[in-house]
């Protein structure tokens, strides 16, 4: 059944219906205005509606990684587990969406395609894969910082005769494993969520390891009324807290730094913080992902858990991450990732020195060597960050955003492009989006974002557009405290390195959630500081 044609005129269009386009919708309605959602997918949830691979769930706590705009539904939804799975926070997505009647002004099935901007009218025009053609005076881009599933380029995929799944693009109805002979491609945060729950059913899993990470184990467990209670009998207030924290998380960082202790003492930290499992390991000591030193530390003590924990010390030894500093990458959670190892039906093969030459009709060639499976699981990754935008033909002034992001994204906060007005981006690059608990970060752009249009309403104008110079500073900015890092030291996809030919930079910004959010307040206080705001009469004649 075909979606019901959008109107052809809206104050804003919202693409994509994830979290972020879900509550930027609300906020926008609060304001009396009207807005349209294009979502490619059925239904909401974004990164929870595509990717149902088994095991995937959230590494933040769902007491953090939830919204909390609404005091009402913080404290009416409860959470089963302490990191709730991709099931639940799909319910989560769709509770909120019945909640809040966002459905009604969301089309789902609808790509779109394309946005221009006409200068004459100030309005951008939208158009969908189903003919859709919205004008709107502003378009925000919740597209999303990892919805691109990207598949490499294997010669002979098409040939292959059994099953193919990627884990972005997971089938709704599940997958039947069971008897079956599967391979794994892929060793990132998907498939060390997928690899445990796969080899549970598959006779035998072949994993093909390219470059092995860190991962900490999640100790997840179900949610005590307790634990919630502690949250939610103080929400407003460690909400709060959250959003001055560097990662958007509230952790417990140590302010010290893993230098300054003795050897016995920092190992008593790191065991009591592996203990405790999850992302709060990387908070041990301040200077983790500043001094290499430092970060050698724990990289070592991460090394010497997977040496004792898989019995087969070839199969350690290639497990354990070398080439990257510890947090580099994004590192991964998981439940009993390492112990899947010890599983007489799990075979790990290094893909590094020897890449996957092929795929054939009946498995995967690696050099000689020829591994025959009934189905193969791409947790390949996505095109991070800039892949959802850059798929849209984005035009201002006759130049595209693609032109324009030829030798990478440049943004001023990562919520404006220079040349490019009225339009915005949540967690685009140049934020500190993936850096972050998502939740935080979103609802702080969106925030951001519906505060700027009032205020623009406000005062009778119509126009938004980044400065040029304000873009070249923030970009610059964003450049060097990457540089004071150690993450440009690793091949990763916020650095692009995932994609060929994709140009290298950092792309999200590294100073923390809590600094940026003051940066961000600070230049909306001071009249929206390196954005240039203006009435355009031709505008307002055409409305
Ligand atoms: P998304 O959820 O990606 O939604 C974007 C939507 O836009 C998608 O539904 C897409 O179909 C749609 N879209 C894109 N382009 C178009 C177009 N041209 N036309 C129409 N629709 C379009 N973050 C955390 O903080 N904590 C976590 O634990 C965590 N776990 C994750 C686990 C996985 C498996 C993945 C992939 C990501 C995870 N993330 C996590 C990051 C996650 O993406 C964010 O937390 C959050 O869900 C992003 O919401 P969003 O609305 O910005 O984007
Ligand atoms: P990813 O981190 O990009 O991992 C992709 C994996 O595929 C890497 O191991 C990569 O190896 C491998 N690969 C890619 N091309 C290959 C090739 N040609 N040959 C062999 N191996 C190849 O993708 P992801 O695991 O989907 O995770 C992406 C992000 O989503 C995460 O970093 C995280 O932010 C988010 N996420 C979070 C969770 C969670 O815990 N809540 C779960 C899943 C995803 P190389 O490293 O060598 O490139």
Redesign the pocket.
Known sequence: MSAAKSPSVADVVIVGAGFAGMYMLHRLRGLGLSARVFEAGGGVGGTWYW?RYPG????VESMQYSYSFSPELQQNWQWSELFASQPEILRYANHVADRFDLRRDIQFDTRVTEARFDRATHRWTIRTNHGDHVSARYCVMATGC?STARV?D?PGIERFSGKVYH??HWPHDGVDFTGRRVGV?????????AIPVIAQQASHVTV????P?FSIPSRNGPMSDAYANSWKSDYPALREQARHMRTGILNSPNDISALEVSDGERQRIYEERWAAGGTNFMAAFNDLILSQQANDTAADFVRDKIRATVHDQEVAELLAPKNHPIGT??I??DTDYYSTYNRDNVTLVD?RAA??SEITPTGVRVGGTEYQFDAIVF????D?MTGALLNIDIEADGKTLREKWEEGPRTYLGLMTAGFPNIFMITGPGSPS?LSNMMVSIEQHVDWIADCVAHLRLRGLNCIEATQSAEDTWVAHGNEVAHRTLYPLA?S?YMG??IPGKPQVFMPYIGGVGSYRQICDDVASEGYRGFELSAQTSALAAE
């Open positions: 990717n995937a769930r959230c590494d990892l490499p294997f884990t972005g491609i892929g060793t990132g945060s998907s498939a060390i969520q093909f390891q390219r470059t990470n990458k994004r991964c959670v893909v890449p996957i947790a390949t990754g996505f991070a993936v091949n996809w390195v995932n």
